[in-house]
């Protein structure tokens, strides 16, 4: 028993793209007695993600792409998030996110700094995400990003005042949770808090 649960099995549902797992365990309750549960876990993860900031002009570096579970909720489908990535086994996320800010932005990074390790959804899923800040300047603006098209990645790469990402959000133009996480973050930080 590990703070009272006991896993009893460990099923794959699913394994396509990412693997669906049936997990059952006993809880022992507070009372002393004892119940057994299901629950799905989708290991969806780890991610890596990083909001780049140019200090000098108070600007942002975010990504505008498709994404079909904001389509097939009524959302989207495009939708405006730092630029983010999937940690391959046996990668570091700084990495991941200094690539991905290449392939997904053709941005090269500065004073990478990491803020924040979280679960998006731990109900349900079991991503971790690391959450980066980074500087940037125009100068390290040297390709035009746009992802891997040979994956069907068309990601369009936008430049904007921190502040009018804000008003994004605040609009609800932004509705991812890690950008939201991040602009939040770097608020604070500009504002030297
Ligand atoms: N064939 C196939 N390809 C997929 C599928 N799901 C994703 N892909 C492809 O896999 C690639 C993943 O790109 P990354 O840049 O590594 O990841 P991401 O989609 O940006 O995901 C990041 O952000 C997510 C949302 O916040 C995070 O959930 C994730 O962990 C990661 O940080 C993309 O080319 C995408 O089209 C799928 O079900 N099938
Ligand atoms: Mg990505």
Redesign the pocket.
Known sequence: MDGGIRIRSRETLSE???RLEKVTFDQRRADGSQQTLEREVYH??????VLPLDPERGTVLLVR?LRIPALVNGDGPMLV?AC???VEEGDDPAQTVRQ?AEQ?MGCRLHALRKVLELY?SPGASA?K?HLFLARYTPADRTGHGG??AG???QIEVLEMPLSQAWAMVESGEII?A?TVILLQHARLAQAGL
């Open positions: 396509n793209w990412f969806n993860g780890p991610g890596a993600t792409q998030e983010a990535g999937m991905e997904e998006p991503e995400l992802g891997l994956e069907g990645e991812d890690k």
